[in-house]
């Protein structure tokens, strides 16, 4: 490790990789939130803003990791890049319908996968991952094909479905009971839906509202329902909710998860929610963000982070522990590179 520490950062000098580039796998992780595509409300995106939102990623040295490897600590991000996860709420049909084309359902021209996918395949070394989250909606993704048969789409071109309540209710002002019934029903229509063997394993709290008393948050993660019991790895929220995302952190909150705006607005009301605020904010601060060491295997942290480090739930996802000698920053050509200490 202390070799490809010191390789990274003699590559960072000389152009090889976007500074810093020795790991920091105790650095934030964005995940980031659309919903559709559209040019007046602030929670969608314009088709030239998702397009570019995907070209900054790529360009800043971001990768796609689907949310199911986040949550199991299967960081496979290449050596030197960050990871990034993709979702999408509410099921609209901008962001994924099917239309036949020769007697095959294929993604509607223009809509977010149909955009998404282009991309990726543009751009191979991206990755391709992303997770929806649907609620009970007549319309959702609505188009071509049955609802089984968009969900099929999704999930056998490697996107996950996620859990958004089955009347998209705001669980803050719910009790127990209600809370249960609006995750589990849905859940049971998602196994359902999606197959033999799919098993949803994140909600997203509409509205980015958990339950509002802490002593019925525990229900985003297990309840029960008509007899049938629910299991949730993750719940998601919007906003700064906790420090990050990272599931390494001593920090973390697996119920309380944030997730950025897929936006550049930047303004006073919301701009520490903006992908677009946070893009220019670790390319000014780069050693707050996730460095991958290239390894799924290990999370290697610099001596003096290794108080960030939540042991225990490394053990629990079966990757070990790294660490190298402190670290010192200097400020080089206009960016922040980190390096060893002799």
Not at 251 to 266: H, W
Request: hydrophobic content about 35%; proline content about 5%.
């Amino acid at each position: 490790m202390k070799i490809l520490c010191f390789i990274l950062f003699i590559l960072s000098y000389i152009g090889g990789y976007p500074a810093p580039t020795v790991p920091n796998e105790i650095g934030n992780i964005m995940i980031v939130m659309y919903h559709g595509l559209s040019d007046t409300n602030k929670y969608d995106r314009s088709s030239e803003g998702f397009l570019s939102d995907l070209q900054k990623l790529y360009d800043n040295g971001y990768r796609l990791l689907s949310l199911h490897d986040l949550i199991d600590g299967n960081i496979t991000t290449p050596a030197g890049y960050t990871p990034v996860v993709l979702t999408f709420d509410d099921g609209k049909q901008t962001t994924f319908s099917l239309r036949e084309d020769e007697g095959e359902l294929v993604p509607a021209e223009g809509c977010m996968v149909d955009m998404l996918n282009e991309f990726c395949e543009e751009h191979p070394d991206f990755g391709k991952a992303a997770t929806f989250f649907v609620y009970g909606s007549d319309d959702t993704f609505k188009g071509a094909g049955t609802l089984e048969q968009r969900f099929a789409y999704l999930l056998e071109n490697g996107y996950e479905i996620g859990n958004h309540t089955l009347s998209h209710a705001n669980l803050k002002n719910l009790g127990a009971a209600r809370i249960q019934e609006e995750i589990g029903l849905l859940d049971q229509r998602l196994r359902l839906q999606c197959g033999e063997g799919y098993l949803p394993r994140a909600i997203a709290f509409p509205n980015g509202e958990r339950p509002g008393a802490e002593n019925l948050r525990a229900y985003a993660a297990d309840g029960e329902c008509n007899g049938e019991a629910y299991h949730y790895d993750w719940a998601l929220r919007v906003g700064e909710s906790t420090v990050t995302a990272n599931p390494f952190h001593i920090k973390f909150e697996p119920l309380n998860v944030p997730r950025v705006i897929g936006a550049d607005e930047s303004n006073a009301a919301y701009a520490v929610h903006d992908l677009g605020y946070f893009l220019r904010y670790y390319e000014d601060n780069p050693e707050a963000k996730y460095i991958s060491d290239g390894d799924p295997e290990t999370v290697t942290v610099p001596k003096e982070l290794t108080h960030l480090v939540n042991g225990e739930a490394a053990e629990g996802m079966g990757v070990r522990v790294e660490v190298y000698r402190e670290i010192w920053r200097t400020k080089f050509v206009g960016n922040y590179s980190i390096m060893p200490r002799a």
